[in-house]
C-alpha cells in the first residue's frame, strides 16, 4: 500500500520547484556534506542530510506548504531546496532558500524564492513573509535586498544565534519602491 498526499509542482521560466525524489539524494548529501553547507550549521553526515530531506517532504503534509527541491525544467538536474518554512522554533513562516554549488550565482535562488513568494501571497492568501538570515550570510542578505525586503528587527534562536529578520514586499509593494531595493 502506498500513502501519498500533493505537493504542487510550480514553474517559472528555467526551473521547476517539486517534490524531492530519490535521484536527488546524491546531489543533497553532497552539498550537506561540503564546505558550503557552514552556512546552514555544516557540514552534516549522511544520516542528518537524509533526516533534512524527510523534513522537506514532511512539513509539506503537517503545515499544508513546505520547501520544494528546485530543478532544472529541462534536465531535472537538482540545484537546491528553496520555498516555505516554520518549525515550531521559528517566529513565524519564512521563504528559505539553500542552492548546491553549482546553482550559485545564477540567479536560481531568486528565481526560486520568487515563485515561493507568489505562491504564499497568491495562492496560499498570507499577508507576512519574511526570510531569516544569519548576519554573516551576506549573499543571502544581499539576495533579500535584491527581492526588495527590509530588515525589520532580529530573533534569537537557540540553535543559530541573532538572526536577521528580511520582510518580503506584499503583492501591491512590489514595484512600488517601498523595498530596500528600490
Known amino acids: 500500500m502506498s500513502v501519498g498526499f500533493h505537493i504542487p ?6 526551473l ?17 556534506a561540503s564546505d558550503g553547507a557552514r552556512i546552514v550549521g555544516g557540514p552534516f553526515d549522511a544520516v542528518s542530510s537524509f533526516h ?8 509539506w503534509h503537517l503545515r499544508g506548504y513546505g520547501r520544494w527541491m528546485v530543478a532544472d525544467r529541462a534536465t531535472d538536474e537538482p540545484f537546491g531546496i528553496v520555498g516555505l518554512y516554520h518549525p515550531l522554533d521559528w517566529p513565524e513562516p519564512e521563504i528559505g532558500w539553500t542552492v548546491y554549488e553549482a546553482a550559485e550565482g545564477r540567479g536560481i535562488a531568486r528565481e526560486a ?6 505562491f504564499a501571497y497568491d495562492v496560499l492568501g498570507w499577508t507576512r513573509v519574511v526570510s531569516l538570515i544569519r548576519p ?47
Open 9 to 14: 509542482e510550480l514553474e517559472t521560466e528555467r
Open 16 to 32: 521547476r520547484l517539486r517534490l524531492p525524489k530519490a535521484s536527488d539524494l546524491d546531489a543533497h548529501l553532497a552539498f550537506r
Open 52 to 59: 533534512h530531506l524527510e523534513s522537506v517532504v514532511g512539513q
Open 113 to 118: 524564492a520568487e515563485a515561493s513568494r507568489s
Open 136 to 182: 554573516d550570510n551576506l549573499r543571502s542578505a544581499r539576495l533579500a535586498e535584491r527581492m526588495g525586503c527590509r530588515k525589520d528587527g532580529t530573533h534569537d534562536h537557540a540553535e543559530y544565534g541573532v538572526l536577521d529578520i528580511w520582510v518580503h514586499l506584499a503583492p501591491d509593494e512590489i514595484g512600488s519602491g517601498k523595498g530596500a531595493a528600490a
